[in-house]
């Protein structure tokens, strides 16, 4: 089976198509700099092009099973209005050239897994959201009802398409998680703020494998959250750091510095909201790390 991935060298790009592809599938990676990053198996075809604009890479399409759409600029920076283009752009455009690619009443179906957002959902304090809760209303939830949108566009063409939904990937080599350990490391690690916001995670073993499961899934389209099932508070993610780490976790981050640091991100790590994949846990998906305790231990 032949799979197409833009954003593939990307943390999470680089995990999957190396997990794909000891599984026998071939893979195409398309990104701007495909060489950039730990670099893939030497047995994967690459393609390097700025998927926001239509072109040649596009003819290269037709030719794959499985279009697994991960790029856009990461979200885990400081806002101004040119960032907000930018993570707009590298979505929608994106999105909108991969489908436009997709060739009309194909022989075969040609399954779509559109990379969203956990952040669709907008923020909550302990409601819990599933497949069936509607978008919020902030910026992130907003932008991802657009992309996922352009995604469903592919609907018509006959294809497959999963959107799939998804939290803050924990993994060992790059990822939030060295982002969250570092403060801890070196003897200053805390909870953010009031640390009872939620944080929807996933480690990145089970988003491979549940990549995988919706591929083999015919049954599975629509949305799809990629989360754990066992979100946990701020406050519980760093004591369990402090814990495995044997570092202490008495300095918090107080709100008023990441509004300073932040800007308008940091709404968006001062609040969060309860995600669980209920699609993915009806469908008989076995999550390898389904606490945070357990994804914590196996990382660090």
Known sequence: M???????SGFLGTNLTKFLVDRGFEVTIMARNPEKGPGAPRNVRKIAADSMKPGSWQDEVAAHDVLINLAGVSVFHRWDES??????????LTTKNLVDAIPSGADRKVTLISAS????????????????????ADYLARLARDWENEASKADAKGSRVARIRIGIILGRDGGALHQMTLPFRFFVGGQIGDGKQWISWIHVDDICRATLFVIENEAIS????????SPARNSELSQTISKILRRPAFVPAPAFMMKVALGEFSSYVLNGQRVIPKVLL???????????????????
């Open 2 to 8: 032949k799979v197409f991935i833009t954003g593939g």
């Open 83 to 92: 960032y907000k283009k930018l993570l707009r752009d590298s979505r929608i």
């Open 117 to 136: 957002g956990a952040g669709y959902y907008g923020f909550g304090e302990d409601e819990k959201f599933d497949e069936s809760a509607p978008p919020g």
């Open 222 to 229: 629509g949305p799809v959250n990629f989360t754990a099932p």
């Open 282 to 300: 009806e469908k008989g998906f076995k999550f390898d790390y389904p606490t945070i305790k357990g994804a914590l231990e196996d990382l660090l």
